[in-house]
């Protein structure tokens, strides 16, 4: 089965950088997009980037562009999630994510969540 395990989150000052891995396991991870999602307190959960499977290409939010890089390791099944210049803003617990396509639609695999907390 799909597992997903994120680690490396904390408290970081403003201005700080983190790196987050997300370990997977149980499918092919070299032929999946690989994504992470954030979810601040008393938001909607938001997909901040997503990272293709051979080519690699990346896409980012707005609000993380030119700060944050995804990034993979196919023969370490892990996707990684480096965050420099940190803001309070950036405040949230981080999800690793993968979709599969089914009869009746996406269907997505989350991870447990990774709080990362930017304070002074």
């Known amino acids: 089965q799909v597992q997903l395990v994120e680690s490396g989150g904390g408290v970081v000052q403003p201005g700080g950088s983190l790196r987050l891995s997300c370990a997977a396991s149980g499918f092919t991870f070299s032929s999946y997009a690989m994504s992470w999602y954030r979810q601040a307190p008393g938001k909607e959960r938001q997909l901040v980037a997503t990272?293709?499977?051979?080519?690699?290409?990346?896409n980012y939010a707005g609000s993380v562009k030119g700060r944050f890089t995804i990034s993979r390791d196919n023969a370490e099944n892990t996707v990684y999630w480096q965050m420099n210049s940190l803001k309070p803003e950036d405040t949230a617990v981080y999800y690793c994510n993968t979709k599969r396509m089914t009869t009746t639609g996406w269907y997505d695999y989350w991870g447990q969540g990774t709080q990362v907390t930017v304070s002074s």
């Open positions: 990272i293709t499977s051979t080519v690699g290409n990346r």
